[in-house]
């Protein structure tokens, strides 16, 4: 009887026996660990720092996606997985980050960021080798734990960014916005890249604001400024300078004796509406 797995051959009259083994089919390496977006290689990226001198100094840090992964125990329903970062050197509690782990290869993303405290927003690490611990759950039961680590790069470049003097125009009384602004003017700004301004100053410097009514209603009627009386004809406006917030009183409708006092900001535009049957009148902002 032949033996299992071999094979008897005769060649000119001479035995030659050929045994042949049975060789198990290689088993894949076991991944666990962290994905990130754009990269091939598994546990290992490099995040980009920014280091600015000159008038605008600051840090700039990238922030980079990274998604739980492992084939020994793959993305299930009810699955949620926890991954804590446990190097030495971090804060206390250790950085973790808790995430769904039901569909597809990995668990949802997480964004990833250099730091040593804990964040709800970032999933902090350390520049270099990282070690961390998992907890695969199921229905909050922990099905699988374990650990990795993974080599975050820090690929960190200095540039100087400088300020620049730059002209726009805003509203005299800063209170105010540009939309409504009766009293815009020019001013220059020493301006850095990134929108911080590190110091401005009008060009015309009176401390008193014009500001502006306007009656765009179809009938006229009086007004009282501080006391100062007005009349406001259809169609209407009238300019006035003052330094602090105003109050102008009014009748409540076209034709009521009634009256209603409103408080205006130095440098606003205002109008009046009407409405009803009554024809309400009304002191609203103005926009552009």
């Given amino acids: 009887m032949k033996p299992f797995n071999a094979t008897l051959a005769l060649i000119s009259s001479s035995a030659l026996i050929v045994i042949t083994t049975a060789i198990a089919p290689a088993q894949s390496p076991t991944e666990i660990g962290l994905e990130f977006q754009g990269e091939r290689d598994l546990n290992r990226t490099t995040l980009n720092e920014t280091q600015y001198t000159g008038d605008c100094p600051g840090v700039e840090a990238e922030t980079k996606n990274a998604r739980f992964t492992s084939s020994q125990t793959p993305t299930g329903d009810k699955r949620r997985v926890v991954v804590r970062n446990v190097t030495r050197g971090l804060g206390s509690p250790s950085p973790f980050t808790n995430r769904e782990y039901e569909k597809g290869r990995s668990s949802e993303a997480t964004q990833m960021e250099f730091g040593t405290e804990h964040s709800s927003k970032r999933f902090r690490v350390m ?43 805003t509203c005299a009384n800063s209170s105010v916005s540009n939309n409504v602004c ?7 700004s020493f ?16 401390e008193y604001y014009r500001s502006r009514i306007s009656n765009p209603t179809e009938r006229g009627f009086s007004i009282r400024v501080e006391g100062e009386s007005y009349r406001l004809h259809s169609g209407d406006s009238i300019d006035l300078r003052r330094r602090d917030a105003f109050t102008v009183t009014y009748p ?6 009634e009256m209603k006092t409103t408080t205006v900001s130095a440098g606003k535009r205002v109008k009046f509406t009407s409405s009803g049957d009554d024809r309400r009148l009304n002191l609203v902002d103005d926009p552009r």
């Avoid at 759950?137 to 993974?150: H, L, P, S």
């Avoid at 009766?182 to 220059?188: E, G, P, Q, V």
């Fill in 191 to 206: 301006k850095c890249p990134n929108g911080k301004v590190l110091k401005s100053y009008l060009l015309d410097t009176n």
């Fill in 182 to 188: 009766a009293d815009l003017r020019d001013r220059k």
């Fill in 127 to 169: 520049p270099g080798e990282n070690e961390f611990e998992y907890e695969i759950m199921e229905r909050k039961q922990v099905i699988q734990t374990g650990r990795f680590t993974a080599v975050i790069d820090r690929n960190l470049r200095t540039i100087e960014r400088n300020a620049t003097w730059q002209e726009d125009q």
């Fill in 252 to 257: 409540t409708c076209v034709r009521c004796a």
